[in-house]
């Protein structure tokens, strides 16, 4: 059995709140971004058209997303983050070699969701479109390999919701690369993406809780 260790230090709960601070992607997108774009139609836009940073036809749809640069940043900054919190993390399990190959899965996810914001989908379409289908699945992956992770550690709820989430993202991720109905294109691209990284911010709020709760000597 694999045993959890919430530590009271610093660097665990930064790396908890480093996690939690990707719900700035929702804000951003959905929040800031859509409500000025051209459209607002979740179901047929793909993610990738807020940051395109010329008005034209985006996934057999013209689309236009003057607030491009936002949604950009908060790609490149949520990268960072998942990089650099999935490093501090990885302590509250001992290490070995699925340790590090789940944290290490999420951290190349983050480096291509900073790929993604750095090469929008209009300017360098094929860079872009690695870097986000590397950012899909990679995290879809590690979020699997850490829920499999936590049930084994007795932590039923986060072992459940980490494999049906990372189940979910990898099944929508892989009838997103197979090229649905341009229709349904975007619905497919969000059940890829926020499933996952919804669990990543909420599990980044409980490391962090957790890190807090040892320094005051209670049980996480």
């Not at 480093?18 to 959905?30: D, E, G, H, K, Y």
């Not at 949604?71 to 501090?88: F, K, M, P, Q, R």
């Not at 944290?103 to 094929?126: E, K, M, W």
């Not at 289908?133 to 995290?139: A, E, I, Q």
């Amino acid at each position: 059995m694999r045993e959890l260790t919430f530590t009271a230090s610093r660097s665990l709960t930064a790396g908890g709140l480093l996690w939690a601070s990707l719900a700035q992607v929702f804000v951003v997108n959905n929040a800031i971004v859509l409500p000025r774009a051209s459209s607002r139609n979740l179901t047929e836009h793909i993610i990738s058209a807020l940051g395109v940073t010329h008005c034209g036809r985006v996934g057999g749809f013209r689309f236009c997303s003057p607030w491009h640069e936002a949604a950009d940043i908060a790609w490149i900054v949520a990268g960072v983050c998942l990089v650099v919190g999935s490093g501090l993390n990885a302590a509250v399990f001992p290490p070995d070699r699925l340790r590090n190959l789940a944290f290490g899965i999420l951290a190349v996810s983050g480096l291509g969701l900073v790929s993604t914001g750095f090469n929008p989908y209009n300017l360098r379409p094929s860079v872009h479109l690695l870097s986000a289908g590397t950012c899909f699945f990679c995290g879809a992956v590690g979020v699997l390999l850490l829920g499999c992770m936590l049930r084994q550690a007795q932590r039923p709820f986060w072992g459940t919701t980490g494999i049906l989430c990372g189940v979910v993202s990898i099944v929508s991720a892989t009838l997103t690369a197979l090229r649905p109905d341009p229709y349904v294109q975007g619905l497919f691209e969000r059940i890829a993406a926020w499933p996952s990284v919804v669990w990543i911010i909420c599990a980044g709020a409980y490391i962090a809780l957790s890190a807090r709760r040892a320094s005051r000597g209670r049980r996480p």
